[in-house]
């Protein structure tokens, strides 16, 4: 079964998938997107907790670019094209404000992604692109001559459909209830593209200590964790500071979820130590007097019922589980001096050892992807097959969480829209 031929094929109805869709068809084109699920925009309308990172506003683009590592030397065209601003102007344009919070995170006024991707979803069917949902791409048709491998069509469970362009938008692995499971990059290997395994990027990790799975649902606003190998070197030692999420597995939240890029690196030689510093922003001195001045209001009540005023908000039995029995009975006046000390050592520095992640089913973002060095960022096209071009996740490019990954969408989307 065919039905005939498209000006541009879109292979995935992601965020980057209906940015391409949209663009390409606002001029002119006609377009086919093809969506394995029963609708488009399954993960956009999850992101961000339901909320929707719709971008980063840091309106320095180079200083925006740093976020992408060694990829932002082949992203200085494609945002010169498609920006920050671009991606704002364009979603305020279609009645849909964006506020911003902390770390310029921005998110929709009304605070939900489903609203995001209705905006997409509007923008594909309002410029005529034909949909094709319940639809699984299972190969892309190619043929070669004088020298060159093209790609003509997509073969699906629902037929052949041939274009002169085809756009690969199938995204990576993460999140593969939704459908991302990075198919798209299985064909790529079999055209000559480098393909990097995909790997769980941003992702929580797991602890061996008891005493952080107690504390699971507990946030904490504003901490500093340290992570290390076993030689605690400083080559290899790093922080971070942010908030963090303990769960019954471990520990989450973008403090943790932007670290585990670098603190997988480090499991590949054994078990990270890693120490949570719950007063980043306090010397150890004035920390040293803090505690002594609540020592003195509370001479004589036990040293366990006095924690809470001593440490943050939910982490009192935390750390009175890291005490001796008979320490955490004492009566304040009777603590030494030595053992005040070591309290507040422990403050600074609350030991914990990160076994491992939590893998590809709960990472938000997986890295992995087409070598950018095969790829024209100029319009995302293939370097290998005529005619094929990539956006979003099927690029290897790592990134933090904060915005950056749906601004990367938003960008080579528009561009392989562009272009095409």
């Not at 809470?308 to 304040?332: C, N, Y």
């Amino acid at each position: 079964m065919s039905s005939g031929t498209y000006d541009v094929i879109v292979i995935g109805g992601g965020a980057s998938g209906m940015m391409a869709a949209g663009r390409a068809a606002e001029r002119g084109r006609r377009v086919l997107l093809i969506e394995k699920n029963k609708e488009l925009g399954k993960k956009l309308s999850i992101t961000g907790g339901g909320r929707c990172n719709i971008l980063n506003a840091e309106s320095d683009t180079r200083a925006l670019l740093e976020n992408y590592g060694e990829a932002a030397k082949f992203l200085h065209s494609p945002f010169a094209q498609h920006g920050m601003q671009d991606s704002w102007d364009f979603f305020l344009k279609r009645d849909l404000p964006i506020v911003v919070e902390a770390r310029k995170r921005a998110f929709p006024e009304v605070q939900s992604a489903p609203a995001v991707t209705k905006v997409m979803r509007n923008y594909c069917t309002s410029n005529n692109v034909e949909l094709k949902v319940k639809t699984k791409a299972q190969e892309l048709i190619t043929e070669t001559g004088g020298g060159e491998l093209r790609v003509v069509g997509v073969r699906t469970n629902q037929g052949d459909y041939y274009g002169q362009k085809i756009i690969l938008a199938t995204g990576g692995s993460s999140h593969a209830e939704t459908g991302s499971t990075g198919e798209g990059l299985t064909w790529l290997s079999q055209y000559g593209h480098t393909v990097h395994e995909p790997n769980p990027n941003l992702v929580p990790l797991t602890v061996e200590e008891d005493w952080v799975k107690t504390l699971s649902g507990t946030t904490l606003s504003f901490m500093k964790i340290t992570f290390a190998d076993r030689d605690n070197t400083k080559a290899t030692r790093f922080s971070r500071t942010g908030k963090i999420l303990f769960t019954h597995f471990g520990v989450s939240g973008p403090l943790i979820l932007n670290a585990a890029h670098q603190v997988k690196q480090l499991l590949a030689a054994g078990p990270v130590y890693a120490s949570i510093d719950m007063y980043p922003d306090t010397e150890v001195g004035t920390l040293r007097n803090r505690v002594l001045e609540v020592f003195n209001k509370n001479k004589n009540k036990s040293l366990k019922n006095i924690l809470k005023d001593i440490t943050p908000a939910g982490l009192a039995e935390a750390v009175a589980a890291q005490l001796t029995p008979e320490l955490a009975e004492s009566k304040v006046h009777s603590v030494s001096r030595e053992d005040r000390q070591a309290l507040v050592d422990r403050l600074k520095a609350m030991p914990l050892t990160i076994t491992g992640t939590m893998g590809m089913d709960w990472a938000v973002i997986s890295d992995g992807g087409v070598d950018l060095t095969e790829v024209d960022t100029r319009t995302m096209a293939s370097k290998k097959v005529t005619n094929l071009y990539f956006t979003g996740d099927v690029l290897n490019i790592n990134r933090p969480s904060g915005g950056y990954s749906l601004q990367l969408c938003w960008t080579t989307g528009w561009v392989a829209g562009s272009a095409v």
